[in-house]
């Protein structure tokens, strides 16, 4: 995770947000302030991946002004209601290793086919590489997007028939495809 500017809510400054809450009512505002403090803090980062692990070495769980941390069982049940949203998804049986999602996985595939569309490259091979690296995506929000994630986004495409994923030693690339749409009257 790398570390930028980020704008702090209030309660990060607030040391009993970083100790989960017995009270429901509490415990509830508080997990919903740290589910978007999380998304936030991966979307301005651009950070697909929190290793639960490494968590705590990084300001987003660790604020050493107050000297306060987030208990890994905390991090991981705040994550595991965020895989409930479709914004969270742990990417091994410990549940360490999650792949973070500001957007769930529909939203980013039709944020993509939305820019594929609109530059009329459909029915054309793009590389993965080109898709969110390349020069034209560059003020795209999916740009510099981890590729297991890109992936995944492309599956969901792909089983809306949108797309034809192409991952062969030769290319790793992506065919997208023309939709039409049937307006009944």
């Known amino acids: 995770m790398s570390e930028v500017d980020i704008e702090w809510p209030w309660q990060y400054s607030f040391p009993p947000f970083f ?11 508080q997990v919903t302030a740290w589910k978007s403090l999380i998304l936030t803090y ?8 929190i290793d639960v692990r490494e ?6 769980f660790n ?3 107050i000297n306060r941390k987030l208990e890994h069982n905390v991090i991981i049940s705040i994550l595991s209601e965020l895989q409930k949203t479709g914004n969270a998804t742990p990417i091994d049986k410990g549940k360490n290793r999650w792949e973070i999602y500001w957007h769930t996985l529909e939203e980013w595939s039709s944020l993509i086919y939305e820019y594929i569309s609109n530059r009329g490259m459909q029915n054309t091979v793009v590389t993965l590489y080109e898709l969110v690296q390349g020069e034209d995506s560059t003020n795209e929000e999916f740009n ?10 492309l599956r969901a495409l792909e089983r809306e028939r949108k797309c034809e994923v192409i991952l062969d030693d030769d290319i790793q690339g ?4 023309l939709t039409v749409s049937i307006l009944c009257v």
Do not use: H
């Open 55 to 60: 968590a705590t070495q990084f300001a987003l």
């Open 174 to 177: 992506v065919k997208f495809f």
């Open 144 to 153: 510099g997007m981890q590729q297991d994630v890109l992936i995944k986004v």
């Open 42 to 49: 991966c979307q301005k980062t651009k950070t697909y991946l």
């Open 63 to 65: 604020n050493s002004t």
């Open 19 to 29: 100790t989960l809450q017995p009270n429901p009512e509490t415990r509830s505002k």
